[in-house]
């Protein structure tokens, strides 16, 4: 829904991810502070009750001691809680007699003879009216510690201690004002951080994003621009601008491939027309005529149809790359059965199976010597009458090598990179006497790739031309 939106947007996430941590860690941290505070201000409140004790304590047995009084009296309490208030806090100290009780703190009475020598929290909370007569409730928090001394004669001595804890939950209160404070200013500065860090962060991406939609099948050529690789980011643009150069390859040749099969449709369409309005126009009472056309006819119909089942193998290659029919196959026996079909149709060269053992290896049997017999017939038609072609094969440590060597006419080393592109032919005029559509070399390397194989080219102009297909012992698909 729209509405939502803006809470499923990538930067939406990033900044209130970046500003809920930071704001999470903050909040963390002003919990370990305060109750760090706290409890060091506790010890620091009960350490004081403790140490006025022993003050109250020490200037009892030292009444005592000095051998005036036997006893103490109200007098004594007066000397000796006038010594003590001189410190500066709140810390008030009421005693108990066996006969009358002394206080100093009267907001309320709390008992001499519980918890002896335990420091307990005590919470004071009373509704009381203001200048306004009007009523609020007042809470104090008190600590107090309640402890019995014995004279010599007898006398137990009580004293309570009576701690005032507002100034230390005052700081405390102050404290945590304090930090709810800087936690909002935090959480503020944090969204302004993380929107910025999003945007910065998502540019690269928005950047894809524009680049993407001005991308068409007539502006293939867009690049996706980054000063920095090394990121995740980076990586991204570099698979994308990688898939684009891919994409504009395929493409180009695509439109190549289209033009060039048009290209090759178009001649013997026109040839065929041509011979269709000579019968129309001179009739077929010219035998000679009408037998030298149909024959055109037929043999470029031929032409058409040997190009089109190339182009469908090439189309069904890219299609179904993985689908091939491994079996195995005694490469001897292969090679054999090959030399023998062309001593049979091609009376005009010499050809030579050179001796070797046996060896089987899995291939598709159908493609391989679609292939092998692809290079041969390519071989024929540049290898001058009486010459000789050579098939062998040799096995290495990694891969099983099917050789064919003719002694034809070579092929320069400027057209050896192109060789098995589709409809290349190394010499425009050669090919129109020799025939062919330049795409048997072609379906030879869509079969090599099908095997994860590899073509070896080696040739000298005049002197001949070595094919090495070069198949791994264990092919896979």
């Known amino acids: 829904m729209k509405k939502f939106e803006f809470f499923n947007r990538i930067s939406t996430k990033i900044t209130m991810s970046f500003s809920l941590t930071f704001v999470a860690i903050l909040l963390v941290l002003n919990f370990i502070i305060f109750f760090s505070i706290r409890s060091h201000l506790f010890i620091i409140e009960k350490g004081r009750i403790l140490d006025r004790k022993e003050l109250i304590i020490e200037n009892i047995n030292g009444i005592l001691g000095s051998r005036r009084y036997d006893h103490i009296t109200a007098v004594n309490m007066f000397d000796i809680t006038g010594k003590s208030d001189t410190h500066r806090d709140e810390i008030f100290v009421n005693f108990r007699f066996p006969d009358t009780t ?38 104090d928090n008190y600590i107090y510690l309640n402890t019995v001394l014995t004279t010599d004669n007898g006398q137990k001595i009580y004293i309570q201690l009576i701690n005032n804890m507002n100034s230390s939950y005052s700081l405390l209160e102050t404290l945590i004002s304090t930090m709810l404070l800087i936690d ?23 950047l ?27 990586r991204l643009i570099k698979v994308m601008n990688d898939m684009m150069e891919r994409l504009e390859i395929s493409f180009e040749n695509q439109t190549k491939f289209i033009s060039d099969a048009s290209h090759e449709l178009r001649t013997p369409l026109s040839i065929i027309n041509g011979y269709v309005e000579l019968l129309i ?7 000679e005529l009408t037998i030298e056309a ?12 040997d190009l089109m089942e190339k182009l469908l193998f090439i189309a069904r290659e890219e299609n179904t790359r993985y689908n091939i029919d491994l079996v195995e196959v005694n490469i001897k026996v292969l090679l054999n059965r090959i030399v023998k079909e062309f001593k049979m149709i091609d009376k005009k060269h010499q ?5 070797s053992s046996d060896f089987v290896i899995n291939i598709d049997e159908k493609l391989i010597l679609q292939a092998i017999r692809a290079i041969i017939e390519n071989s024929i038609k540049y290898t001058p ?22 002694e034809g006419i070579g092929i320069s080393k400027k057209h050896l990179p192109k060789l098995f592109g589709r409809f290349y032919r190394v010499d425009e005029a050669r090919t129109k006497n020799t025939g062919g559509n330049g795409l048997g070399l072609s379906i030879v390397k869509s079969i090599m790739d099908m095997h994860n194989g590899k073509i070896v080219v080696e040739s000298q102009i005049n002197i001949g031309t070595t094919i090495i297909l070069k198949l791994p012992l264990q092919v896979i698909i």
């Not at 009458?385 to 003719?406: A, H, Q, W």
């Open 184 to 206: 909002l200013i935090g959480f503020i500065l944090a969204i302004i951080v993380g929107v910025l860090f999003a945007k910065n962060t998502l540019k690269p991406i928005n």
């Open 208 to 234: 894809i994003a524009d680049t993407a939609e001005l991308i068409n099948l007539h502006n293939l050529n867009k690049r996706i621009t980054t000063s920095n690789h090394d990121d995740e980011i980076g």
């Open 294 to 305: 149909l024959s055109s006819i037929k043999e470029e119909v031929f032409n058409m149809t």
């Open 102 to 139: 002394f206080r100093r703190f009267k907001k309320f009475d709390l008992s001499f003879y519980t918890s002896m020598n335990t420091i307990v929290f005590h919470k004071y909370e009373k509704l009381e009216k203001n200048l306004k007569n009007e009523f609020y409730l007042m809470k």
């Open 281 to 287: 126009q001179q009739g077929t009472s010219n035998r």
């Open 351 to 355: 050809y030579i199976l050179k001796p």
């Open 385 to 406: 009458k009486g010459n000789s072609i050579s098939i062998y094969f040799l096995v290495d440590d990694s891969n099983l090598n099917i050789l064919i060597e003719d």
